[in-house]
């Protein structure tokens, strides 16, 4: 098992910063890649960003390139998520995600986080 525990949310105006944390423990041996999704009110989850956790290849959705970045700690079994350039439309919950595999960009993990509220006021 691996246990994910985001921190990091909070309201920002348009055009600013914030940088989401995810701490990972339990069984991280079994990471393959990290990431994030996002869910805004009334819509599905949506995938955000992922990282290889031993070789740090990172891929983005579209709406989010050259404004986030994802990048990860392994020796404090940490991921983050810089987000610049922020949006009203990139208000949602935030959740992290963990597998074993390469099914992130699918929606697919084997472990999710919480989930930390990100509000982007214009």
């Known amino acids: 098992q691996v246990h994910l525990v985001e921190s990091g949310g909070g309201l920002v105006q348009a055009g600013g910063s914030l940088r989401l944390s995810c701490a990972a423990s339990g069984r991280t041996s079994s990471i393959y890649y990290m990431g994030w999704f996002r869910q805004a009110p009334g819509k599905e989850r949506d995938f955000v960003a992922d990282i290889s956790w031993s070789g740090g290849i990172t891929n983005y959705v579209d709406s989010v390139k050259g404004r986030f970045t994802i990048s990860r700690d392994n020796a404090k079994n940490m991921v983050y998520l810089q987000m610049n350039s922020l949006k009203p439309e990139d208000t949602a919950v935030y959740y992290c995600?963990?597998?074993?595999?390469?099914?992130?960009?699918?929606?697919?993990?084997?472990?999710w986080g919480q989930g930390t509220q990100v509000t982007v006021s214009s």
């Open positions: 995600a963990a597998d074993g595999n390469r099914r992130l960009r699918f929606g697919v993990s084997d472990y």
